[in-house]
């Protein structure tokens, strides 16, 4: 019996080919595939710009610094994340705050948010950054994130790591800009496009891209305009700012061009599992993620919320005995110890805990195929029983 993993990679010969040819080609570090990759993927999403880097959350970084986000700011996130997102704010020495999620979406809470800055406004806390994340590949309420950001001056990135191939409301794809300052993408290999590791920030505004671009490799730029000294000649450069080496690789720029061809497949192949999930387990005792008004998901994740979250770890445990493994998404990032070293505590965020107890990620990749999740079908329902 072969194990299904709740996530799988997707790679196929014109994949292999497009890394061949960069292995075969002059360039192996940051080059020209790396800018192919980026006008692929800028005129993929309609976002004016494109700056790939060796992975998402070096993007939060980056995409943190560009805004100005530092010590005596603050950052706000939603708890049901991977911790990254979090982490982002912390490595420019801001601070950290969590806003709870809504129940049925599973995403940041424009409710909770809307309700959160009034409280700040009054004590004069508001905060520099809201980075709502498109849990499973669902986006946020963004229309309602964005009406809060111009009423209160706050910069919004969002943390699409889940969401290439998303739809907003409006119909537009996720990344074009029109409801944050910068969104990120993943290509860690679990996610819906891969480069092996590797990650991507888009922006329609040209000066946070050109931030981003020169802090993704040590703040060094070969610019004439954005030196402080008449070069010296050619080869002159000048470091400008503190950055970092952040680069991706044009081996996996190669493989991300590749991908991205693929990308609308892969999406319509989730859509059609997820939507055949929902059918299967229309009876069993759990719910479903709710769709955020008239998104369109790009199925990163199928999650599940188990009517009785006192079974989740045996359901769990008899899933991976199996051959079934799945996955949970998300421990509270509240509740990881550094943040509770900051002050954080169960029940500060009670949506996203009572949530993560009966949370349940269920295999979903372009190639479970139907007698693939057909077995996991088969045996959570064992499980349950
Ligand atoms: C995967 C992920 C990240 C980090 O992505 P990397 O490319 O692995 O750095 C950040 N946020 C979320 C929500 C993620 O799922």
């Known amino acids: 019996m072969t194990t299904i993993p709740y996530g799988r990679q997707n790679i196929d010969e014109s994949d292999v080919a497009a890394v061949v040819d960069a292995l075969r080609s002059e360039w192996l570090t940051q080059g020209p595939a790396i800018e192919r990759f980026e006008a692929a993927a800028a005129a993929y999403c309609q976002s004016g710009h494109a700056v790939a880097v060796a992975n998402a959350t070096a993007a939060l970084h980056l995409a943190c610094r560009a805004v100005g986000l530092g010590p005596g700011d603050t950052l706000w996130t939603s708890p049901n994340t991977f911790v990254a997102s979090a982490n982002a704010a912390r490595y420019c020495g801001a601070k950290v705050d969590f806003v709870d999620i809504d129940p049925s979406t599973y995403n940041l809470s424009a409710d909770a948010l809307a309700a959160k800055l009034a409280l700040a406004e009054r004590a004069g806390c508001l905060p520099a950054v809201v980075t709502p994340v498109h849990f499973g590949g669902q986006p946020c309420d963004m229309p309602a994130i964005a009406a809060l950001a111009r009423r209160y001056g706050f910069r919004v990135i969002e943390d699409a790591s889940h969401a290439i191939g998303a739809c907003y409301d409006d119909g537009a794809m996720v990344g074009s800009g029109a409801f944050s300052d910068i969104c990120v993408f993943s290509f860690h290999a679990v996610k819906i496009i891969t480069t092996g590791e590797g990650g991507m920030a888009v922006t329609k505004d040209p000066e946070l891209a050109a931030c981003m671009r020169l802090l993704r490799s040590h703040g060094i730029t070969r610019d004439a305009a954005r030196m402080q000294q008449v ?33 609308p497949e892969f999406v319509a192949q989730r859509t059609s599992l997820a939507k ?11 719910s479903f993620q709710s769709r955020q008004g008239a998104t369109r998901s790009a199925w990163h994740l199928f999650v599940v919320r188990l009517d009785d979250a006192t079974k989740r770890r045996a359901v769990f445990d008899s899933l991976v ?12 990032v509240h509740l990881q110890p550094y943040y509770r070293s900051l002050g954080f505590q169960p029940r500060d965020f009670p ?15 372009p190639a479970l195929g139907e007698a693939g999740q057909d077995r996991v079908v088969d045996a959570l329902s064992r499980a349950l029983a």
């Open 231 to 263: 070069p010296d000649g050619s080869w002159y450069y000048e470091q400008v700012d503190l950055g970092f080496n952040y680069r991706m690789t044009d081996l996996q720029a190669s493989l991300g061009v590749s991908q991205l061809r693929r990308l």
């Open 276 to 286: 055949r999930y929902r059918a299967l387990l229309a009876d069993f005792p759990l």
């Open 351 to 365: 949506a996203a805990e009572a949530y993560y107890r009966g949370a349940l990620t269920l295999p979903l990749f």
């Open 321 to 332: 005995k199996d051959g079934i493994r799945a996955n949970v998404h998300y421990i509270p």
